[in-house]
């Protein structure tokens, strides 16, 4: 009988002594979620974990256990890598922005609720139906028989919490709900998941959103809403970019809105760009025009450009798709 993906992977993991465990820039709660939880239960077994990314984890999710081992590297180099690399929530080496390719000696293990654009892993397991990595890591753990924690359980109701928006969005699968329902049983805490993510920001972050939100504008039909921040913005209410998280679902609230659009200055150059929609439109198509990516109704990219110049060639874009629909 064949072996399983799910198991061949995991047989694989513990045949190493030490993994690296890497996921894209800018992590976010599944990311986070995910990369802590498979790293809990290779340290269980006793495999050591080497956990870097490019950006720090953001406040929001340091309530987590073992938050303070994932190292912030501008760069590695190959020889700093573990002879294995896991790489969650991130479809390329682009993303993940460490290093540009793994050399032929280490083996690469890719888990991922994304379409991947390039191909890259020595084993992989993808399923873009999932609503999150963290899922997927929880199918790994529980068809390999590795006992769930409180603390991994509570890593992975995180993961799957957040990249459902607090099981609001359009992904919001039974899959991604019975999955929460197992997390909990195995002693994550949806309360304080909850109240940590949407109920605990600094003052400053409230202020940076007032300003955002002075930006708010929309189409003449009404089914395109945008919001911006600026350098400036963050300079005067003492903010980073972390403290943007989840502004796009600002505009996406709005009634009769299908897409949301939130574009931030970048303190390297250019603008980050969010994309969210609410049911038909599909922004991932969007936001690959700009070498960026994701979901149908949630993806992302970043532009080399200005901020007035980013929102003119981003929203023509989403004009195309709309009048292509209506053609």
Known sequence: MATSPLREIWEKLCSYKEITILTHKSPDGDAIGSVLAISTALER??????????????????????????????ELNPSELSPCIVVLDASDFGRVSLFKKASEEKTVVLIDHHQPRESFGDLAFIDTSSASTGELVLKLLEENRVEITPDIALCLYTAVFTDTGGFRYPN????????????????????????????????????????????????????????????????????????????????????????ALFFRER?????????????????????????????????????????????EMIKAEVFKAIQGRRN
């Open 267 to 311: 303190e390297v150059g250019g603008v980050k760009v969010s994309l969210r929609s609410k049911s038909w439109m599909d922004v991932a198509s969007v936001a690959s025009l700009f070498g960026g990516g994701g979901h149908k109704n949630a993806a992302g990219c970043e532009i080399d450009s200005t901020l007035t110049e980013a929102k």
């Open 172 to 259: 919001t699968s039974s899959d991604a709900l019975y999955a929460g329902y197992k997390l909990a049983s195995y002693g994550a805490d949806p309360t304080l998941v909850a109240s940590q993510v949407y109920s605990n920001y600094p003052g400053n972050r409230h202020k940076l959103l007032g300003m955002a939100l002075n930006t708010l504008g929309w189409s003449e039909d009404g089914l395109v809403a945008w919001m911006e921040v600026t350098l400036e913005m963050f300079k005067a209410t003492g903010t980073k970019a972390e403290d943007t998280e989840d502004f796009v679902d600002f505009p996406r609230s709005i009634k009769g809105v299908e897409v």
């Open 45 to 74: 077994i006793g495999i050591t974990t080497r956990l870097y990314n490019r950006h720090d984890v953001p406040m929001v999710y340091r309530f987590l256990p073992g938050w303070e081992k994932i190292e912030v590297v501008d």
